[in-house]
């Protein structure tokens, strides 16, 4: 924190322009080696957060590099909380390395990925979930992924773990008085009224760990996997989908042996697609690994596409389909819809539990617009962004399960009428797990994890 660094915050490559960011205590006398602005200002004088034009200068023979914009950030009005400087240049690997080059030469350190934001978090410019929110922004890859990212980046998600924070801030300093003052003690009406704030209390951060499976889809996309029977038309609906030839089609059952993962885009959620081999009973050394793949990528889809051959009774390959399929969330489709229908629709439902069984077929693509829909529809659960908050981090969802464990068993521990030092232990538990998604309570470990996955030069 007591150096400077820099890196190229824009992508490898020519382009337009390219960016070079300084951060720390060295950045104006770096720029001032460096930098002439037109107007023959020293960089130190000149106004923070304005466009100044000049050249950049290499110093050991007083040639011009390129012409420069440069831009002037003092702390703490800057991303890092530090004393920025921006140099936009004109765009190109070359000319952008060798301004680096020059940077580094007058003291600067070469950033690692993350190292800006990183900084800006230890500054109190953005607290823990704010600066992971940067990274979402970076990588959103539909509109439903951005608007999330940029509520957490404004504060909406730190907002609210605040205010649960706080509420439980407050009960601990009732339980410490109590825990000081034994004489005084806690009467049945205090404990009455605590119970009852823990319980909403921890009804609100429950509501935010069942968010997760909705904000998971947001930030990384639906996945769903294909299954049924051999020979039922899962490669020709994963083609179809796709709307080109990805996967081979042959009439003979157990063609596809593995999986093979695809993304589509479907208005604007991004949805993988695993196509697998077939279950069936009494199936080939070979291809009885593919089926256990197809378990395997059952387990770890958020949704089933479980599909029958509607031209064809069900047999007992179906039988097995529908044991591995009856507790997953799942879409039912009825494939082949272009031969007559022999399938009995109704005894299938009451089967599979499932209220409808989507009609379609894959060779002519007659509905797969309304499979469509149904997919953009089971990816919102009938919600739409900035409707409500949702976390989608998997260790923002393991802390506030963990704070919700510890708040229930400080419910447990009032209703049993256990000593205050007991039902201290598990709040103070509580407010570490909330901590260190905020960043009030973390170590090192954390950070190094949280920012690896950082581009350089953010």
């Known amino acids: 924190m007591n150096d400077t660094i820099a890196a190229i915050a824009t992508p490898v490559g020519e382009g337009g322009i390219h960016i070079i960011r300084i951060s720390g205590p060295e950045a104006v006398a770096i720029a001032s080696a ?35 914009l440069l831009i002037r950030f003092r702390a703490p009005h800057s991303y890092t909380g530090e004393d920025v400087i921006e140099i936009h240049g004109h765009g190109g690997a070359y000319v952008s390395s060798k301004i680096l080059q020059l ?58 773990l605040n205010t649960l924070y706080d509420a439980l801030v407050q009960v601990l300093a009732q339980l410490e008085a109590a825990i000081d003052f034994p004489e005084e003690g806690l009467e049945f009406s205090q404990k009455q009224q605590l119970e009852q704030r823990i319980q909403g209390t921890n009804r609100e951060i429950k509501n935010l760990v069942d968010s997760y499976r909705q904000g998971k889809i947001y930030r990384e996309g639906l996945k ?41 885009r479907i208005k604007d959620i991004h949805i ?39 031209s064809q009774a069900l047999d007992t390959n179906d039988a097995l389909l529908i044991k591995e399929v009856n507790e997953r969330r799942k879409l039912v489709l009825l494939n082949k819809s272009d031969l007559p229908t022999v399938i009995n629709k109704d005894s299938l439902l009451k089967q599979v539990k ?22 953009y529809q089971s990816a919102l659960d009938g919600k739409t962004v900035g409707e409500s908050l949702v976390i989608t981090r998997e260790r923002h969802r393991q802390a506030l399960a963990e704070a919700h464990a510890a708040l229930a068993r400080v419910s447990q521990s009032l209703q049993e009428d256990r000593s205050e030092d007991l039902i201290a232990v598990d709040l103070n538990a509580a407010l570490e797990h909330l901590g260190g998604i905020l960043g009030k309570t973390f170590v090192d470990d954390l950070l190094d994890q949280i920012f690896v996955d950082f581009c350089i030069g953010k």
């Open 34 to 68: 460096l930098f002439q602005p037109q107007d023959g200002k020293q960089v130190a004088d000149l106004e923070p957060q304005k466009v100044v034009y000049g050249n950049l200068i290499d110093p050991a023979n007083g040639q011009t590099v390129d012409e420069v």
């Open 103 to 160: 940077v580094l030469g007058q003291g600067a350190r070469l950033a690692e990925p993350g190292e800006f934001t990183r900084r800006a978090f230890l500054n109190g410019r953005l607290d823990l979930s704010q600066a992971e929110a940067v990274a979402d922004v970076i990588h959103a890859a539909s509109d439903k992924a951005l608007t999330s990212a940029l509520a957490q980046l404004k504060g909406k998600l730190s907002e609210k």
């Open 224 to 264: 769903v996997a294909l299954v049924g029977k051999p020979n039922v038309g899962k490669s020709s609906l994963l083609n179809a989908l796709l709307k080109e030839d990805r996967a081979i089609v042959t009439p003979h059952p157990g063609t596809t042996r593995d999986t093979l993962e695809e993304r589509v």
């Open 272 to 310: 993988t697609i695993v196509d697998t081999a077939g279950l069936r009973h009494q199936a080939g050394e070979i291809e009885e690994h593919g089926i256990e793949r197809t378990r395997h990528a059952l387990a770890q889809a958020d949704l089933a596409l479980v599909i029958f051959d509607g």
């Open 354 to 375: 499932s209220a409808v069984a989507l009609p379609l077929s894959a060779t002519t693509g007659q509905g797969l617009e309304d499979l469509h829909e149904a997919l």
